[in-house]
């Protein structure tokens, strides 16, 4: 009798929505095609001394594909960190990579998934310029990948959003205030743009789109002359202000970058200051990251792992998988982590919300929304 073919499955980087689903899938399809699947725990950590791994069975993955974070752990810091070489390319410690390339062969692994976001799939292309067998997934909330139109997790997060703007209307509608919501997006400002439009947003700061506090203000105060007495305003928190920084809560370091946060209170405090009106904050944080995950991304993420899992059994290594609707497909690795996918401020999504009137702090409520903007596509 031949020996059972099988293959290897982490989550790294920051936790997700849908990565129990990833999991579940690619499970439950090296079944299908007769594989044994081994989950390694705390990310790329457990591939090296001392290697930490557990058999996924159908009991270990019965019930998850509605939990949030990963069965298997993570970790977005530690050994394995990309760091710039003599030459400037990222390279990471060779050292690291005969480590998990001697984990893969001692397991007898036929591949191994790596699911993560942009620094992760960094990695995953250096195992496979090594000559690891290695498949990608891609994990983001921010939804910045350029080489997918949605990664899972995004959508939950914007259901988060969404959920605290719709409970932010009632009590700043009651009491006549400016609420201000700040929510993640480090280079791109897709949650606070879906949300914003979602939830009813007034004003979406975003990275994308400079903009001043005075136009910020403007539209508070248009509002005002039409009766609504409180407005809702809704900040990616990697929007630089005004002045071209952009607000942080710790410096870099350890090779992480510095973390953001803050834009949303220091909005709030300089709003209040120049309107001379009553202002709150909300940060939503990590809530984002947190819970079940919406329909979309458990239906998104199990065809993650299903497919992963195809890339593997046709050895089609060096590959991501990603959604161009209707259809999942894959692209190189490489193609995934060189350019990061960022809102337009002529896309369609920002010419609806200027449509209905939303602000993006970057020109006079009087002026058309029509103004600067390009015509729609034939």
């Known amino acids: 009798m031949t020996a059972k073919r099988r293959v290897g499955v982490l989550t790294s980087g920051g936790d997700a929505p849908g990565l129990n689903a990833v999991i579940r899938g690619v499970y439950k399809s ?12 705390r990310g790329y950590e457990g591939l090296v001394d001392p290697v930490s791994y557990v058999p996924l069975t159908q009991q270990s993955t019965n019930g998850i594909l509605n939990q949030g974070g990963t069965i298997l752990g993570s970790t977005n810091r530690g050994r394995f960190t990309i760091v710039r070489g003599t030459d400037g390319e990222p390279m990471l410690d060779p050292e690291l990579i005969d480590g998990a ?3 893969v062969e ?21 195992f496979h310029e090594a000559g690891i067998p290695v ?27 969404t959920d605290a703007l719709d409970r932010l209307h009632t009590t700043a509608a009651s009491h006549e205030r400016i609420m201000v919501l700040e929510v993640m997006g480090r280079n791109s400002g897709w949650i606070a743009l879906y949300a914003g439009i979602a939830g009813g947003g007034d004003v979406i700061l975003i990275p994308e789109i400079p903009w001043t506090f005075e136009h910020v203000c403007e539209k508070i105060l248009d509002r005002e002359t039409h009766g609504k007495r409180f407005t809702l305003v809704v900040v990616a928190e990697g929007a630089k202000l005004p002045s071209g920084e952009i607000v942080t809560c710790a410096p870099a370091e350890g090779g992480r970058h510095a973390r953001l946060g803050g834009i949303g209170q220091f909005v709030s405090d300089e709003i209040g200051k120049r309107l001379k009106r009553e202002t709150r904050c909300v940060v939503l944080g990590h809530l984002q990251r947190g819970g079940p995950p919406t329909t979309f991304d458990r239906v998104l993420a ?6 992963a899992m195809r890339l593997v059994h046709h050895e089609r290594f060096g590959e991501m998988v990603c959604y161009h609707p209707p259809e999942i497909d894959s692209v190189p690795i490489t193609e995934a982590v060189r350019q990061i996918s960022t809102v337009s401020p002529h896309c369609s999504a920002v010419h609806a919300a200027r449509a209905l009137g939303v602000s993006f702090g970057d020109r ?3 002026e058309s929304p029509f103004q600067r903007a390009s015509a729609p596509s034939e």
């Open 101 to 103: 390339r001697l984990t």
């Open 302 to 307: 199990t065809q993650f792992g299903a497919h």
């Open 106 to 126: 001692q397991l007898g692994l036929t591949g191994l998934i790596c699911i993560g976001g942009d620094g992760s799939l960094a990695i995953a292309q250096e």
């Open 30 to 41: 090296a079944a299908q095609l007769g594989y044994d699947c081994v989950g390694f725990l």
């Open 364 to 366: 006079a409520p009087t």
């Open 135 to 161: 498949v990608g997934v891609p994990k983001t909330i921010d939804n910045d990948l350029s080489a997918t139109v949605f990664t899972f997790g995004f959508d939950s997060a914007v259901a988060c959003a």
